[in-house]
């Protein structure tokens, strides 16, 4: 999701196949969802912090294209990864454009592995993580507390395991926002397409809009639970973790003619704080 809805740019004019067509949806989920760099810092800041050293290695569930992982191994030359995703074209995708493109120093030391995060094997990581709200997959509270209960086994003695969540008061609204690409010819569209407040089913849609009119729809689609950051600790706290720390973004008003603000990417750990109309957070559980 993105942190501000931006008027589409001007259709330009576009000879030759559509835009859409000849465009890979990895490279534009990548630039225009992950900063792996920026989750990188935080990872490293936090653990410094909590635990008085570097992590070494990195365990990323439902880690798709590995973009993550490699990123991790790009940053230090003693570090590891070990990547985990059920769909074997998308890790396909990422050893040749990300693990492999990274060179072979890097790419010995990213592993990646086809298969349920819940039973797949994997040596014991400093850090777990969970992210773009990946672990939303599970929609009972049994469901969830069993992935928590054996994400936590997986980790070293003083491991963090680490997710993040969305929230705000729009979230349980049908809405689109839509955001520019870096780069990229092409415009990201984030599209809450249902939502039922019985069950917190949220049904959500990544579009890719191009400027020559040209579109990808439905590039991307999750069927999630939306979940709350209580139940998310009571869970976590089920699960054996001794301690659950809740980490909020930094917002400052926008520098163009709109009333959103812009999330600085910048987390702090909070107890309590105002709600916002769209907010991003994470959550970090020490074993």
Not at 54 to 82: I, N, Q, V
Not at 184 to 202: K, L, S
Not at 211 to 227: H, I, P, Q, V
Request: hydrophobic share 35%; proline share 3%; glycine share 6%.
């Amino acid at each position: 999701m993105s942190r501000k809805r931006r008027k589409r740019k001007e259709k330009l004019r576009h000879d030759g196949p559509p835009l859409a067509a000849q465009a890979d949806r990895h490279v534009l989920y990548q630039k225009a969802v992950q900063a792996p760099e920026a989750e990188v810092e935080f990872f490293d800041r936090v653990f410094r912090e909590l635990r008085g050293r570097k992590a070494l290695h990195m365990r990323e569930d439902f880690c798709g294209t590995a973009y993550l992982a490699t990123t991790w191994c790009r940053s230090d030359p003693e570090r590891t990864a070990t990547g985990i995703d059920i769909d074997r074209e998308t890790l396909d995708w990422g050893r040749r454009h990300n693990v492999e493109a990274a060179g072979p120093e890097v790419a010995a030391r990213v592993r990646l592995v086809e298969g349920d995060v819940r039973t797949a094997e994997a040596e014991p990581a400093d850090i777990t993580c969970a992210l773009n709200f990946s672990y939303c997959i599970f929609k009972t509270r049994d469901a969830l507390r069993e992935y928590f209960t054996i994400a936590r086994r997986g980790l070293r003695d003083d491991g963090l395991l680490i997710l993040d969540l969305f929230g705000g008061t729009e979230c349980q609204d049908t809405l689109t926002e839509e955001t520019d690409i870096d780069g990229e010819p092409a415009t990201y569209v984030w599209e809450h397409a249902a939502f039922n407040p019985v069950t917190h089913d949220i049904l959500c849609h990544i579009h890719f809009h191009f400027d020559d009119g040209s579109k990808m729809e439905r590039a991307f689609t999750y069927d999630w639970r939306l979940w709350s950051i209580p139940e998310l600790r009571e869970l976590l706290l089920e699960a054996g973790f001794t301690k659950v720390r809740v980490y909020w973004e930094r917002f400052e008003e926008g520098d163009d003619d709109d009333e959103f603000m812009e999330g600085t990417g910048e987390y702090y750990e909070v107890e309590e704080v105002e709600n916002q109309e769209s907010w991003m957070s994470y959550i970090v559980a020490e074993k």
